[in-house]
């Protein structure tokens, strides 16, 4: 049931900023316009889309070394496809049921022997993606942080991704001081996340030994993240995104890669359907007061930008329609089984 409310929130929240944004007949017809441009300039489009691709390239070496780390020997094109059933999952799903889910359960499969250790490397590969947004994101905001403050919706923008870094800062240093003093097991049975504090402890024990591979993937992580910010530069260039009306200059790549953490941060929380409707709303709230443009040209800057990163998804179904060793399985006996095994893990260790 709770599965259920939060898929229906997501969908009301999806549908009532997607009106939102597209109820007024102008910003449809500027979207139109803008997306005329991008037959004159598909050359940037196709480059968004390698972007997007060196993203999960990156992506899939970080897994690799991790997996490594734990004497996981999986051939790189599986571990590949293993992570692009997560990247199709994580973008088209609505509800609970995320990639990391799914990347644990086929792992496993591949796995049956090293199960512990298919659990900490895919919970370690997320902690170093945290790791590397929450300093590229810092980095970013204390050199821009005066621009940022400039407009009212900028200002609070920024101190909603401050809070969203803090907290997830603050769940890194508290289970790094619950390892650090050997508390892990003494947390009480019925805490939240209980699993999931004993699980970061142990893996904090294994890649800390391991800390050239660690430093390594985290190098990784900056690549991705900068990356990602890079395929809406492309469609930006794509559609000739100005800074106010046409014949003005184009907008400055300095202003798109200030923003984009903002905007792909708060976008990744489960507002939405894969941050449909929230991050159309982020972009024209960002780069209309900020740099002057037009609400049609910020929608449509979205618009492309995601639909450059769905073609990789819509591969990650192909994969997941042909993948082997493992029968497809209902995605509520996947959640469990996944629930199940990390409890056992967590308690193992």
Not at 286 to 308: E, H, I, R, Y
Request: proline fraction near 5%.
């Amino acid at each position: 049931m709770k599965k259920v409310i939060l898929t229906v929130v997501q969908v009301l929240v999806m549908v009532a900023l997607l009106f939102w944004v597209f109820h007024d007949p102008k910003t449809r017809a500027g979207m139109w316009t803008a997306l005329g441009h991008a037959e004159h300039h598909v050359g940037w489009l196709v480059a968004g889309f390698l972007a997007y691709g060196v993203v999960e390239f990156l992506a899939a070496f970080r897994w690799f070394i991790l997996l490594r780390v734990q004497d996981v020997k999986l051939p790189p094109w599986r571990v590949g496809a293993l992570l692009m059933l997560g990247i199709f999952f994580n973008m088209f799903m609505p509800g609970g049921t995320g990639g990391d889910l799914l990347k644990i359960y086929f792992l496993l499969k591949e796995i049956p022997t090293k199960k512990a250790a298919g659990v900490l490397a895919v919970l370690m590969d997320r902690l170093i993606g945290l790791m590397g947004l929450i300093l590229v994101a810092s980095v970013i905001m204390a050199m821009q942080y005066d621009w940022l403050k400039s407009t009212p919706d900028s200002r609070h923008l920024t101190w909603v991704l401050l809070l969203i870094l803090l907290c997830s800062l603050a769940f890194i240093v508290s289970s790094f001081l619950i390892t650090g003093l050997g508390l892990a097991h003494k947390l009480p049975a019925r805490m939240p996340m209980r699993d999931r504090f004993i699980e970061v402890s142990v893996a904090y024990n294994v890649y800390a030994r391991a800390w050239p591979s660690s430093l390594v993937a985290l190098v990784a992580s900056f690549g991705v993240h900068f990356a990602s910010f890079t395929v809406f530069v492309c469609a930006a260039r794509a559609l000739s995104v100005h800074t106010g009306s046409p014949g003005e200059p184009l907008i400055s790549l300095g202003a798109l890669y200030t923003v984009m953490p903002i905007i792909l941060t708060i976008a990744a929380m489960p507002i939405s359907v894969a941050g449909t409707g929230v991050r159309e709303v982020l972009f024209v709230l960002l780069l209309g007061p900020l740099c002057g443009v037009s609400k049609a040209d910020a929608t449509m800057l979205s618009l492309t930008g995601f639909m450059l990163m769905a073609i990789w998804a819509v591969v990650g179904g192909l994969i997941y329609l042909l993948y082997r060793p493992t029968p497809h399985t209902k995605l509520r006996e996947v959640e469990r089984e996944v629930l199940e095994l990390e409890h056992e893990v967590a308690e193992g260790e």
